[in-house]
C-alpha cells in the first residue's frame, strides 16, 4: 500500500508560479510511475504529466507543454509539479497518483495509488 500526500496548492495571479508536491508513504515509490492528474470545475479528470521510476520516459499533456515540469526524488519519496505561467484555466484540484510496475501507460485507467488533492486557483 502507498499513501499519497499532495502539498503546495494555493491561490495565484495569472503568469504567476506554483511548486507542489507529492510525498509518498508506505512502501517505497522508487520503482514506480507517478502522474499528476488534474479536474477542473465541472470536467471530467486528465492526466498534467506523467514520469517513469527514473526519468528516462516523460509525458506531459499538450495544454502544459513548455510551462510545468515534473520531477522526482526518489531518494526522498517525493515527486513535484514545477508549474509556470500559470492560466485561469489550469484551475483545478490536482491530484498525484503511482502506479507499481509493469508499466501501464499515461492514461487515467493506469494508477492504481491516489492522493486526495490539491486545490490550485489562479485569478485572471
Known amino acids: 500500500q502507498v499513501h499519497l500526500v499532495e502539498s503546495g496548492g494555493g491561490l495565484v495571479q495569472a503568469g504567476d508560479s506554483l511548486r507542489l508536491s507529492c510525498t509518498a508513504s508506505?512502501?517505497?515509490?522508487?520503482?514506480?510511475?507517478m502522474a499528476w492528474i488534474r479536474q477542473a470545475p465541472g470536467k471530467g479528470r486528465e492526466v498534467v504529466a506523467g514520469?517513469?521510476?527514473?526519468?528516462?520516459?516523460?509525458f506531459y499533456g499538450d495544454f502544459v507543454k513548455g510551462r510545468f515540469t515534473i520531477s522526482r526524488d526518489n531518494a526522498k519519496n517525493t515527486g513535484y509539479l514545477q508549474m509556470n505561467s500559470l492560466k485561469p484555466e489550469d484551475t483545478a484540484v490536482y491530484y498525484c497518483?503511482?502506479?507499481?510496475?509493469?508499466?501501464?501507460?499515461?492514461?487515467?485507467?493506469?494508477?492504481?495509488?491516489w492522493g486526495q488533492g490539491t486545490q490550485v486557483s489562479v485569478s485572471s
Open positions: 497518483a503511482t502506479d507499481p510496475p509493469p508499466f501501464r501507460g499515461w492514461g487515467l485507467w493506469a494508477w492504481t495509488y
Open positions: 508506505g512502501r517505497t515509490f522508487t520503482s514506480y510511475a
Open positions: 514520469m517513469n521510476w527514473n526519468g528516462s520516459n516523460i
